[in-house]
């Protein structure tokens, strides 16, 4: 089964890097650029075959260890 | 219009982000994780309506500065 894992930095907590990126997009020139948000995208592939289950762990994963959910949000599909 | 960015490493390229977030999570008792890959969410907004020009902008903005061709893979998704 294959998870991917989406975690954003949530709407009201400042993204330097977002900000830094849409500095270097206006400086070549693409001016059109409002804001620019920078998060993590992960594919993982898990040794199960139980939906729900994967669904408990990687919900799990998620609050333990890949997204800091004091200033992230985090969301997943699952797959296969 | 929206642009939803993707960006991934290259499948024949080392991961060692992905690697160590993967020890991570053995260590932390997800066992059934298998392969890890790290890549970059991002989230632009354009001042623009014209869908074929947002096109072929952001496909710009990935080749120049959002993405590293030799190593990163992109796609993206325009709403709005």
């Given at each position: 089964m294959k998870a991917t894992v989406y975690v954003t930095i949530k709407e009201n907590v400042l993204d330097p890097q977002g900000a830094a990126v849409q500095g270097a997009l206006h400086s070549l020139g693409?001016?059109?650029?409002?804001k620019v948000r920078i998060g993590k995208y992960m594919e993982l592939t898990l040794d199960t075959n139980d939906r729900s289950e994967a669904e408990a762990r990687v919900k799990a994963m998620c609050e333990k260890?890949?997204?800091?959910?004091v200033v992230e949000d985090y969301r997943f599909e699952l797959e296969g």
């Open positions: 693409f001016k059109e650029v409002g260890l890949l997204a800091n959910t």
